[in-house]
């Protein structure tokens, strides 16, 4: 459960907000938030950090460019869980280069400051990665397509192809392998097949 605390500035946040649409809006981040597999004091905590709408973005790029909706600036992310993104209906999930998630201190995934997404083990030997390095990368986007993408501005750079699959969740997890699982089925659409390296 979210500290009384946390809900009380909340309130104060969303009160505080230029319009009812803007406070609705925090409202609903609010409890997107609630709803990822970090730790219980990590969640509460993060609800409250990304309250403030200049960390996220919303991205209406055209017709050849997702919805995007996401983190506006990096994050660092810590948890003995798995981390579950699922794309709400019209909008991808994005990430900035410089986000980094550790995993209960075996693996960590980082979307790296120069473009790569690469995963370390507790050695802190890298066993997979996108070779995005110096391209200019811009975007990590899990998309509501299904499609795991990294995009330099409006140019994708690498996909996990496997978009045509609306609804499919990434999962970055515990044993070290980052998946993307179909909707309706436990069914791994694609996955770095680093378990346990």
């Not at 909008?91 to 209960?104: A, D, K, Q, R």
């Amino acid at each position: 459960m979210i500290d009384s605390e946390v809900l009380r500035r909340a309130c104060r946040k969303f009160s505080s907000g230029p319009s009812t649409t803007m406070a609705v809006f925090r409202l609903l981040v609010l409890a997107s938030l609630m709803c990822m597999t970090f730790s219980p004091a990590a969640r509460a905590q993060a609800a409250f950090d990304f309250l403030d709408f200049s960390h996220w973005w919303l991205n209406d790029g055209g017709p050849d460019f997702a919805k995007f909706f996401g983190f506006y600036k990096p994050f660092r992310a810590k948890s003995c869980d798995n981390f579950v993104y699922k794309p709400q209906p019209g909008h991808s999930l994005v990430f900035s280069p410089g986000t980094i998630w550790h995993l209960c201190e075996q693996y960590t995934v980082a979307f790296q400051t120069d473009g790569n997404l690469v995963i370390y083990n507790k050695k802190r030997e890298a066993i997979w990665n996108t070779h995005t390095n110096n391209k200019n990368a811009t975007a990590l986007a899990m998309q509501e397509d299904g499609n795991l993408v990294i995009y330099s501005d409006k140019a994708p750079i690498w996909s996990s192809k496997t978009d045509g699959h609306p609804g499919a969740f990434l999962a970055i997890q515990l044993d070290g392998n980052v998946v993307i699982y179909n909707k309706d089925s436990p069914l791994a659409l694609w996955s770095t097949h680093t378990d346990r390296k």
